[in-house]
């Protein structure tokens, strides 16, 4: 025990003095996600002065009654920081972004199991801060569109779920997320 509370005084102590010189590595999650039962966490790291690689992913789960959802979502990202600092993870950016995302819906009285996975893509314009302690924060909104398909199994009929918000079409991507960089 001695020894894992060690190397991770360790860890931390490498972090918060990597962070000190500026870091060109970043991980952050999404608070608000949570409300809404899922996990969001995001790695980004600095390719040249101002401009950055950011990797997201999702998981979500929650049963209500007899459905049980579920699914995951993996977002890649190119920020350009053109404004403000105009330095990597500090200052305003405009993001490229893909997004592969894929759900599950199951009526564990019935068994029947609908799936729906979309691909899209689209851009945002961001602020995101960073700290000398190594704490930022990051706000961001854009346009994106996403192209889904449903697949029913069992005896499910895609007309009883209807797919929208985000899953196929326009929609708004927004976010605040908080994290730390090293």
Aim: hydrophobic share 40%; net charge positive.
């Amino acid at each position: 025990m001695k020894k894992v509370v060690l190397v991770m005084s360790l860890a931390v102590g490498f972090c918060i003095a990597k962070a000190q010189d500026g870091g060109s590595n970043a991980i952050k999650i999404n608070p608000l996600s949570l409300f809404l039962a899922t996990g969001n966490v995001s790695f980004e790291r600095a390719i040249t002065e101002n401009q950055t690689f950011q990797l997201g992913m999702f998981y979500s789960g929650v049963k209500i009654s007899d459905l049980k959802y579920s699914g995951f979502g993996i977002t890649p990202e190119y920020r350009f920081y053109v404004a403000g600092h105009r330095e990597a993870m500090n200052g305003v950016y405009v993001a490229p972004f893909l997004r592969y995302q894929n759900f599950k819906v199951k009526d564990t009285d019935t068994k029947d199991k609908v799936t729906f996975s979309s691909f899209g893509g689209g851009g945002l314009v961001g602020w995101e801060k960073s700290w000398d302690s190594g704490f930022l924060l990051d706000l961001f909104i854009g346009p994106s569109y996403n192209s889904g398909k449903v697949k029913e199994e069992g005896g499910a009929n895609e007309d009883n779920f209807k797919i929208s918000g985000g899953i196929d079409g326009f929609t708004l991507r927004t976010g605040l997320t908080l994290g730390f960089r090293f």
